[in-house]
């Protein structure tokens, strides 16, 4: 399982930015996606999730601003992030986890860097 993370740059306070994770080794509509990011000094933190029924999460601080989608003819899950805030700097990464017999098996992407200019 690969996942590759993109999308990131600089942009302004109130700007847009697309992430996507290109996945490999995994059908993405059948697996829970997840997307995280981490900001300098502070912990990696859970910011969307699409299931493989197509329900999706996101966390507070995100709801109404970000959108997380699957295009299933790419194999990729992306990250719609609009009026972004200076608070929302940090590397975003995707994720998904497989259950091999009993153990569980985290993969993550190599993580997209957004920065937020205010």
């Known amino acids: 399982v690969q996942l590759q993370a993109s999308g990131g740059g600089l942009v302004q306070a109130g700007g847009s930015l697309r992430l996507s994770c290109a996945a490999s080794?995994?059908?993405?509509?059948?697996?829970?996606i997840d997307w995280y990011r981490q900001a300098p000094g502070k912990q990696r933190e859970l910011v969307a999730r699409?299931?493989?029924?197509?329900?999706?999460y996101y966390t507070d601080s995100v709801k109404g601003r970000f959108t997380v989608s699957r295009d299933n003819a790419k194999n990729t899950v992306d990250l719609q992030v609009n009026s972004l805030k200076p608070e929302d700097t940090a590397v975003y990464y995707c994720?998904?986890?497989?259950?091999?017999?009993?153990?569980?098996?985290?993969?993550w992407g190599q993580g997209t860097l957004v920065t937020v200019s205010s």
């Open positions: 080794g995994i059908i993405v509509r059948l697996n829970t």
């Open positions: 699409i299931l493989s029924g197509g329900t999706t």
């Open positions: 994720h998904t986890r497989r259950v091999d017999g009993l153990r569980p098996y985290d993969y």
